[in-house]
């Protein structure tokens, strides 16, 4: 009866340690793994997927046939001359930085504008 004892007080550590460590060793190895797919895969996966959203919007905007309309106007002569004087696209360029400027202020919530 005493080895009985014995080995039951040498069997309940053993199965506490072995059930603890395991369950710790599963719990280290899933954190390990989930940092892991967190800091590595799901960035790569994300950036491909971006990519192949814009290369498939580009493709349809590059099929759509809009050959007969330019959004850039086009000066020669004293036009061009009278333009580049008074530094007009200078000036539009500023202008049209300083409303995309205003624009993306505007989309942020706690900044006043």
Same mark, same amino acid.
């Given at each position: 009866?005493?080895?009985?004892?014995?080995?039951?007080?040498?069997?309940?550590?053993?199965? #506490? =340690?072995t059930?603890?460590? +395991?369950?710790?060793?599963?719990?280290a &190895?899933?954190k390990? *793994? @989930?940092?892991?797919?967190? @800091?590595?895969v799901?960035?790569?996966?994300?950036?491909? $997927?971006?990519? +192949?959203?814009?290369?498939?919007s580009? =493709?349809?905007?590059?099929?759509? +046939?809009? =050959?007969? $309309? %330019?959004? &850039?106007?086009?000066? %020669?002569? *004293?036009? &061009?001359?009278?333009? *580049?004087?008074?530094?007009?696209? +200078?000036?539009? %360029?500023?202008?049209? =930085? &300083? #409303?995309?400027?205003?624009f %993306?202020?505007n989309?942020?919530? $706690?900044v006043?504008?």
């Amino acid at each position: 009866m005493p080895a009985v004892i014995a080995w039951i007080v040498r069997l309940v550590p053993w199965l #506490l =340690s072995t059930v603890i460590g +395991d369950n710790v060793l599963r719990f280290a &190895a899933g954190k390990v *793994l @989930l940092t892991t797919l967190f @800091l590595v895969v799901l960035p790569i996966v994300l950036n491909n $997927f971006m990519y +192949d959203l814009v290369n498939m919007s580009m =493709s349809m905007l590059g099929a759509q +046939d809009i =050959s007969g $309309f %330019s959004g &850039a106007m086009t000066f %020669s002569g *004293l036009t &061009a001359h009278f333009l *580049l004087l008074l530094k007009v696209p +200078d000036c539009m %360029s500023v202008m049209v =930085s &300083a #409303l995309a400027l205003r624009f %993306s202020l505007n989309m942020i919530p $706690f900044v006043r504008v």
